[in-house]
């Protein structure tokens, strides 16, 4: 009975700890940002072939759930990813999915070249430089990396990072403290200053 308890006690502090996690990834190295045009970057997730994967349809649907409602006329949305197999770029199926499933009739932008987040961040900066504000949507650890990416390669676009809604309690609940495993190894590379910096 009492191993039957701590093995209970053991997962919900493993739940709570992959919420607490993830839920800071999200939020870290962001602002609170003003003006009207805001750009969304979706970042691909490995889709060699079609159909698109269920990681990519989630980063959709995340990236267009951070569409400010009020300043949606002002938005572009750009999906970011490159082709990693004989299929099409991930950018592309990414953008399919939003205009024929979830019917997205915003500005849509492609980025379909990149094939590693540094690339993402790269290739989509020209894209940035006329938004006010800038969301990046993906998992919280990855977004965040793509973040201090940002941060490295340009700071003054860098101010104008804001959360994305990539982070939502109980979402993925039971698969959120192995997200967050593998995202502490993701973001191995990023100091852990720069997982602190706040704008």
């Known amino acids: 009975m009492r191993s039957v308890w701590a093995i209970g006690v053991g997962g919900a502090a493993a739940?709570?700890?992959?919420e607490w996690l993830n839920r800071r990834?999200?939020?870290t190295?962001?602002?609170?940002?003003?003006?009207?045009?805001?750009?969304v970057v979706v970042l691909g997730y490995r889709n060699p072939h079609p159909p698109i994967n269920i990681v990519?349809?989630?980063?959709?649907?995340?990236?267009?759930r951070s569409v400010d409602s009020d300043g949606a006329a002002g938005t572009q949305v750009i999906f970011s990813g490159g082709s990693t197999g004989s299929g099409p770029a991930e950018a592309?199926?990414?953008?399919?999915?939003?205009?024929?499933?979830l019917k997205f009739d915003g500005r849509v932008l492609i980025e379909d070249r990149s094939r590693?987040?540094?690339?993402?961040?790269?290739?989509?900066?020209?894209?940035?430089?006329?938004?006010?504000?800038i969301k990046i949507a993906s998992q919280p650890a990855h977004g965040l990396k793509a973040r201090a990416y940002l941060r490295r390669q340009r700071p003054d676009l860098a101010e104008r990072l804001v959360p994305a809604q990539d982070y939502r309690p109980g979402e993925w609940a039971v698969l959120k403290p192995l997200l967050a495993l593998y995202g502490?190894?993701?973001?191995?590379?990023?100091k852990a200053e720069e997982r602190k910096r706040s704008l």
């Open 116 to 133: 590693t987040t540094w690339e993402n961040i790269a290739q989509v900066i020209p894209l940035l430089e006329g938004a006010d504000r």
């Open 56 to 64: 990519n349809r989630w980063r959709v649907r995340a990236g267009l």
């Open 92 to 101: 592309q199926l990414m953008a399919d999915y939003a205009k024929s499933v």
């Open 29 to 39: 190295l962001v602002g609170n940002g003003e003006g009207g045009s805001e750009a």
């Open 184 to 190: 502490l190894w993701t973001l191995r590379g990023i």
């Open 25 to 27: 990834w999200s939020r």
């Open 15 to 18: 739940l709570v700890w992959g």
